[in-house]
C-alpha cells in the first residue's frame, strides 16, 4: 500500500476528469481543503514529533529546525517553476504553454514528489501514506483538466501523470534500499515537515476566499484534524 496509495491517487484523479468530464470546482475546492488539514494533521502528530524524539538524546533541536526551514524554502523555490500546482493552484500553469511540454514544471514536480516518498519507508509512519494520497488526489484531477484544456494533448498529459505518479513510490523505495539516503533520515524528514507545512497551510490561506467564513470548508478542515489525530 505504502507504494501503490500514491501511484493509485494520480490515477483516480486522472480517470475522473478523463471519464466523468466534471466541470465544477467546489468538490475540487472541498478535497484540497480536506486534503491540506489531513496533512497538516499528520505532520503536526506524527512527522514532527518522530524527528524531535530522535533528537532528542542529543538536544540538537536547532539542527532539525533548520531542515524544517530548508524544506520551506525549497518548496517555495520549487513553486517558482510549479506555479503552486502541488497545491492545486495551477490557474497560470500551462496556460501560456499551450502545446509545449512544460519542462520546469515536470522536473519541479518530479522533485517534489520523490522528496515526499522518503519518510513512507518506515514502518511507524504508514498513515502518513492516506495523507499523500488524499494530497496528490485533487492536486492530480486540477493538473489534468488544465492540462486537457491548455492543449497540451492527451498523451503528453497521460505520460506526464504516469511519470508523477511514479516519482513518490521511487522515493520512498530509495529511503529505503539506499543506506547513504537512510543515514540522513532525519534531515530528510525535516526537510519534508517544511514542505508539508507550507503546502498545507498555502492549501488552506489559498481556499479561505478573501477571508470569508464558508460553514461548509471549515467543516471539511475540522474533519481533516480528526481524521489526521485519529490515524
Same mark, same amino acid.
Given at each position: 500500500?505504502?507504494?501503490?496509495?500514491?501511484?493509485?491517487? /494520480?490515477?483516480?484523479? !486522472?480517470?475522473?476528469?478523463? *471519464? =466523468? +468530464?466534471?466541470?465544477?470546482?467546489?468538490?475540487? +475546492? &472541498?478535497? &484540497?481543503? !480536506?486534503?491540506?488539514?489531513?496533512?497538516?494533521?499528520?505532520?503536526?502528530?506524527? $512527522?514532527?514529533?518522530? /524527528?524531535?524524539?530522535?533528537?532528542?538524546?542529543?538536544?540538537? =533541536? +536547532?539542527?532539525?529546525?533548520?531542515?524544517?526551514?530548508?524544506?520551506? *524554502?525549497?518548496?517555495?523555490? *520549487?513553486? =517558482?517553476?510549479?506555479?503552486?500546482?502541488?497545491? @492545486?493552484?495551477?490557474?497560470?500553469?500551462?496556460?501560456?504553454?499551450?502545446?509545449?511540454?512544460? $519542462?520546469?514544471?515536470?522536473?519541479? &514536480?518530479?522533485?517534489?514528489?520523490?522528496?515526499?516518498?522518503?519518510?513512507?519507508?518506515?514502518?511507524?509512519?504508514?498513515? $502518513?501514506?492516506?495523507?499523500?494520497?488524499?494530497? +496528490?488526489?485533487?492536486?492530480?484531477?486540477? &493538473?489534468?483538466? =488544465? !492540462?486537457?484544456?491548455?492543449?497540451?494533448? #492527451?498523451? #503528453?498529459?497521460?505520460?506526464?501523470?504516469?511519470?508523477?505518479?511514479?516519482?513518490?513510490?521511487?522515493?520512498?523505495?530509495?529511503?529505503?534500499?539506499?543506506?547513504?539516503?537512510?543515514?540522513?533520515?532525519?534531515? *530528510?524528514?525535516?526537510?519534508?515537515?517544511?514542505?508539508?507545512?507550507?503546502?498545507?497551510?498555502?492549501?488552506?490561506?489559498?481556499?479561505?476566499?478573501?477571508?470569508?467564513?464558508?460553514?461548509? #470548508?471549515?467543516?471539511?478542515?475540522?474533519? @481533516? !484534524?480528526?481524521?489526521?489525530?485519529?490515524?
Amino acid at each position: 500500500m505504502t507504494y501503490f496509495l500514491p501511484f493509485l491517487a /494520480v490515477l483516480l484523479g !486522472f480517470a475522473v476528469v478523463s *471519464l =466523468f +468530464k466534471l466541470s465544477s470546482q467546489w468538490y475540487i +475546492k &472541498l478535497l &484540497l481543503s !480536506f486534503s491540506g488539514a489531513f496533512l497538516l494533521a499528520l505532520t503536526v502528530f506524527v $512527522l514532527i514529533p518522530e /524527528v524531535y524524539h530522535h533528537e532528542e538524546h542529543t538536544h540538537n =533541536f +536547532k539542527h532539525i529546525g533548520l531542515f524544517i526551514i530548508i524544506g520551506v *524554502l525549497l518548496q517555495i523555490v *520549487l513553486e =517558482f517553476f510549479s506555479h503552486g500546482a502541488e497545491h @492545486g493552484h495551477s490557474q497560470h500553469t500551462v496556460a501560456h504553454q499551450h502545446t509545449v511540454f512544460p $519542462l520546469s514544471l515536470f522536473i519541479s &514536480l518530479s522533485i517534489h514528489s520523490i522528496l515526499e516518498g522518503f519518510p513512507l519507508s518506515h514502518a511507524h509512519n504508514q498513515n $502518513l501514506v492516506y495523507g499523500i494520497f488524499m494530497h +496528490k488526489l485533487p492536486v492530480a484531477i486540477v &493538473l489534468t483538466t =488544465f !492540462f486537457i484544456n491548455s492543449g497540451v494533448g #492527451k498523451w #503528453k498529459t497521460t505520460f506526464f501523470l504516469l511519470f508523477f505518479a511514479l516519482m513518490t513510490p521511487l522515493g520512498t523505495f530509495l529511503s529505503a534500499n539506499v543506506p547513504q539516503l537512510g543515514a540522513y533520515h532525519t534531515e *530528510l524528514s525535516g526537510i519534508v515537515i517544511g514542505i508539508f507545512l507550507h503546502i498545507s497551510t498555502v492549501i488552506l490561506f489559498e481556499n479561505a476566499e478573501g477571508h470569508r467564513f464558508n460553514l461548509l #470548508k471549515f467543516l471539511t478542515v475540522c474533519i @481533516g !484534524f480528526a481524521v489526521g489525530y485519529l490515524s
